[in-house]
């Protein structure tokens, strides 16, 4: 990854990715070079355009799930009743739990 991320900031500056200005960037940072891997990495974008890369990509992270907790879509029949139910009592609970913040004192007493 942080070959990536050299790559990047190289293109960002401006400049073709090259393996010195790669090496120099992660020099700069103090990290470990594996030859093999930056190799492997210039290989891959050897004739290609960066910015189209990412542009290609975009599309493809539109499917990987972001691990957040969103409500229900699919649910039915009885999961599903149960599942709005608890989402319900959490919203309760966090609305209870919110009343309290001020503890006992106004903004303007």
């Known amino acids: 990854m942080k070959y990536v991320a050299a790559a990047l900031l190289v293109e960002l500056g401006g400049n073709t990715p090259s393996k010195t200005n790669i090496k120099e960037i992660l020099q700069a940072v103090g990290s470990n070079i594996d030859d093999s891997k930056l190799q492997e990495l210039l290989d891959k974008l050897d004739g290609k355009n960066i910015q189209e890369l ?55 007493d």
């Open 54 to 108: 990412i542009a290609s990509g975009v599309g493809k992270l539109s499917s990987v799930p972001t691990g957040g907790a969103g409500a229900p879509t699919a649910a039915s029949g009885d999961s599903g009743k149960a599942v709005k139910a608890e989402v319900k009592e959490e919203v309760k609970e966090e609305e209870e739990e919110e009343s309290d913040d001020d503890m006992g004192f106004g903004l303007f």
